[in-house]
C-alpha cells in the first residue's frame, strides 16, 4: 500500500521531556494495532524575523544592509532550529530500534501543530501528544498552548499523554449518551488495544433508574464485543466523581467523548474535556 494511503499513528514531539513518553505511547499503540508509526516535529517560523525602525536616520545604504543582515540571520536560525529538530527525530527513532513496528517514519513539517495535523488528517489513525510541551513543561496544572487547538482541529483518536507511559491494564470509560460518548463506547469495543483491558464503564446521574439505565444500554456493546468490564454509577459533580473513582480505582488510563456538535470553542471550554484535562494525572484518550 501507498505510504499515502495508509493510516498512521503519528506522535508530536517537541523538545521537553514530555516527548519520550508520548513516543513510547505511540509506538505501544503501533505495535497493538499494527500499524506505522510516524514521529512529527513541527517548524514555527514564527518571532525569527526582528522588525525593522524605519523612523531612524540611516546613511546611505545602511537601510539594505539591516535587511541583508537580518535576512542572512533568520536564515541561520531556521537551519539551526531544522538541525535541532532532525536531531530530536532522529534521537526519537533510535530510542525504538527493535521494536516490532512494522514501519516508522519521521518528518519536519512547518506551521504550528493543528495546521500540521490537518493536511495530513485522512492518513492519521490515533494521534499521541503530550498534555504539555516544552513552554509549560514545568507548570503541572498547565494545559499545553496548542492542545485546544489540536483537538478542536482534527477528528480523531487523540491519546493525551500525562506522564511516563506504561502500557494501560484498565481504562475508564466515562459515559453520558451522548453521540460522542457513543463514538468512544464504539472505538473502546472495536479497537485491538483494548481486548484485553479491565474496562470501567462509568455514569455520573443524580437520578439512579435513569442512570442504571444507561449503563445498561451501553452494556450490550460492551458483551457484544466481548470486553472485560465492570460498571459503576456515580453521582454529584461529574469530573470530581470520574476523577476520585480513577485515583481509588488506580486507573491507568480516561476515555471521553469531547466535541459533539455547535460551537466547537464554547463546548470545549465548558466540556467535561476540558475540566478533566486539566485535573487528572492520567493519560486521557479523546474521541471525536
Known sequence: MDKLQQHWVIACI????????????????AEQVNSPLEIMHTLERDGLTRPIDHSASYRPNMREDLIQELAEQERAESKRLIVEGKQLLDAQKH???GLAIKNIMTKQRHGNLAEALKGIEDQIRVLVVGLRGEDHEDQEKVMGAQLEDTIRAI??????VNGVFQAPRSLLLAYNDTEAARKALKFVCESPLYADIEI?????????QIGQAILEAAEVSLIRSGRHYSTALLNGDPQTALLTYQQTQAIDLIVMGALTHGSLHQLFFGSMALKVLQRTTTSVLLIR
Do not use: E, Q
Not at 477528528?155 to 493525551?160: D, E, F, G, M, S
Not at 470501567?200 to 439512579?208: A, M, R, S, T
Open 14 to 29: 517537541d523538545g521537553s521531556a514530555m516527548s519520550d513518553h508520548v513516543v513510547d505511547a505511540a509506538a505501544w499503540i
Open 95 to 97: 530510542r525504538l530500534a
Open 155 to 160: 477528528h480523531k483518536p487523540i491519546y493525551v
Open 200 to 208: 470501567h464503564l462509568v455514569h455520573v446521574n443524580d437520578k439512579p
